[in-house]
């Protein structure tokens, strides 16, 4: 089981010319594998996401899934975005049971399952609850539990924590961590958040902007389940982000007046020049 | 009234012959005749512009060529006020019950229809989405996503449909019917008897609002507590 990206690229028309938002992607990803895509803003890994998953169409070269061409959305690739995308209609207990649902699984069945994901998000309490009544992360909570109901190998997620508070955030990112320890799924997880890539993945893939394309990848060989306050993270971070700051610079470059630049840190730029802290 | 002499009695009825008058048709059997005759009516032509409503709503949202090249006719057509129909309904259905029922039902056909297919192309698209990674697609994703997500705009569209309906019964019932509320109104222009107008035009705004707020109301109450919208 495993998902493969081969010769991927992706343009867009505008008026005046052609955008091309990812250039020959060739990327696989296996089995119960973590997989974090990093990029600056606009540098089409949503875009590669949602080809993935079969919500967009690509302008060339194809993705195969479990050994056959991705051809559109389905339930073996779900995917989880920045906004739960919960039905408002459904308490919270017929949301989590939505895809169980449409795959026919009988009522009884379904609802002891959905019971099972709920408790792994610690949210039994709120099972009949309308969506209106949650905070926005036990929103994403209830849309993991949706997620993971579904038995998929292959769990996409785009961003679902860019728009929780820091501790929220933190609180998910190390029960998703845990949830992966437990269910090994393979995880495709789009971020602009380095820490969190770090946290969680074991590979991390940086993607260069216009055209869009694969710059680095990097292993992350770390023992879990990690804390976000070990300091082998923020070394590891402070490597990805000095790949990383170059492209958000060129896209900043792009995006602002001509006479913006960045300013280097004189002192603490360089991972390698660190006097041996952290030995 | 009588003594300031302001108006004439027959320009504008006072409380009192309005409410005797009242009276008097439900006694004598005259309201509740009309009324049933009114009901029976409105009821066949609403289901009716209902069951076309939705069909053509569907079918404006399903397939791009009839949005491209029906929409502006049909929205041409709901300008039209649904009694300039009814010499042609006549002509084709004679001066029966059915012409009535027509002008009631492309009365307020347009109107759902137009609802149904903005209701449904204003959902929110991140819904679709999530259902089609979810496995949901053609019928299912419309029955278990798109339907629920417009929903709110299909109740609106269906209560404004119920008003321009209880208009087009009321102006066909003034024109061509024996038996009714419009008609009873009628009767009272005919024998200059305004207040017996007067009566049959309050019950026909009771009748309007109660229809609106128990029935559509509650369901729009429902709705909005489900969904949040009314904790702004």
């Known amino acids: 089981m495993s998902v493969v990206v081969e010769n991927l690229s992706k ?19 296996h089995k119960g594998e973590f997989v974090c895509i990093l ?3 606009g540098c089409g890994k949503s875009t590669l996401l949602n080809i993935i998953a079969g919500l967009e169409k690509e302008t060339a070269g194809r993705v195969i899934c479990n050994g056959k061409e991705v051809k559109g959305a389905g339930p073996d690739r779900v995917v989880m975005f920045q906004e739960s995308a919960l039905f408002p209609w459904l308490k919270v207990i017929d ?14 069945e379904r609802r002891e399952k959905a ?17 209106h009544e949650l905070s926005g992360g036990m929103r994403q909570r209830v849309a ?27 609180l998910l990112q190390l029960e998703l961590q845990q949830i992966w320890l437990e269910t090994r799924k393979n995880i495709i997880f789009v971020t602009h958040n380095v820490e969190e890539a770090v946290l969680l993945a074991d590979r991390v893939i940086v993607m260069s902007a216009n055209p869009g394309t694969i710059k680095k990848e990097f292993h992350i060989q770390l023992a879990r389940p990690r804390q976000p306050e070990n300091i082998d993270l923020a070394y590891l971070a402070a490597d990805i982000m000095k790949e990383l700051k170059e492209e958000v610079e060129k896209v900043a470059k792009a995006e602002f007046d001509t006479d913006w630049t960045s300013k280097k840190d004189p002192i603490l730029s360089d991972s390698d020049s660190n006097m041996g802290t952290g030995i | 009234m009588d003594w300031l002499r302001l108006w004439k009695p027959y320009i504008f009825p006072s409380p009192i012959a309005v409410f005797t008058t009242l009276w008097s048709l439900i006694l004598d059997g005259t309201m509740s005749i009309a009324v049933l005759a009114s009901a029976k009516r409105i009821f066949l032509g609403y ?59 492309i009365g307020s056909t347009f109107a759902v229809s137009i609802a149904i297919e903005s209701g449904m192309k204003n959902i929110n698209p991140l819904f679709v989405r999530a ?29 404004q449909g ?25 009767v009272g222009r005919d024998l200059a008897d305004i207040s017996q107008v007067m009566a049959i035009m309050i019950v026909i705004v009771v009748l309007g609002v109660a229809v609106d707020k128990l029935i559509f109301g509650k369901v729009e109450i429902n709705i909005r507590q489900k969904w949040g919208l009314d904790k702004a």
């Not at chain 1, 019971?115 to 969506?131: G, N």
């Open chain 1, 115 to 131: 019971i099972k994901y709920l408790k792994m998000v610690h949210l039994t309490r709120f099972q009949d609850s309308y969506i």
């Open chain 2, 47 to 105: 289901i009716l512009s209902i069951i076309i409503g939705i069909v053509v709503g569907l079918a404006i949202v399903r397939f791009k060529y009839l949005d491209e090249n029906v929409s502006p006719l049909i929205l041409g057509l709901q300008t039209l006020p649904s009694i300039c129909w009814l010499p042609f309904s006549i002509l084709w259905f004679g001066l029966n019950e059915s012409a009535i029922i027509f002008v009631i039902t």
């Open chain 2, 131 to 159: 259902a089609k990674t979810m496995g949901a697609k053609g019928f299912s994703l419309y029955w278990n996503v798109i339907i629920p997500a417009s929903l709110p705009s299909i109740i609106s569209g269906l209560k």
């Open chain 2, 162 to 186: 119920w008003s321009f309906a209880w208009r087009a019964l009321m102006a066909g019932e003034m024109i061509s019917a024996t038996k009714g509320l419009g008609q009873v109104l009628m």
């Open chain 1, 39 to 41: 990029g600056p803003s």
């Open chain 1, 95 to 108: 949301n989590v049971e939505f895809g169980m649902k449409l795959a026919g699984i009988p009522k009884d």
């Open chain 1, 11 to 29: 343009s867009f028309i505008t008026k005046n010319d052609k955008i091309n938002t990812l250039d020959n992607i060739n990327v696989e990803f």
């Open chain 1, 144 to 170: 993991l539990a949706r997620a993971l109901t579904l038995d998929s190998e292959i769990l996409l997620m785009d961003e679902p924590f860019a728009a929780l508070d820091s501790q929220t955030k933190n």
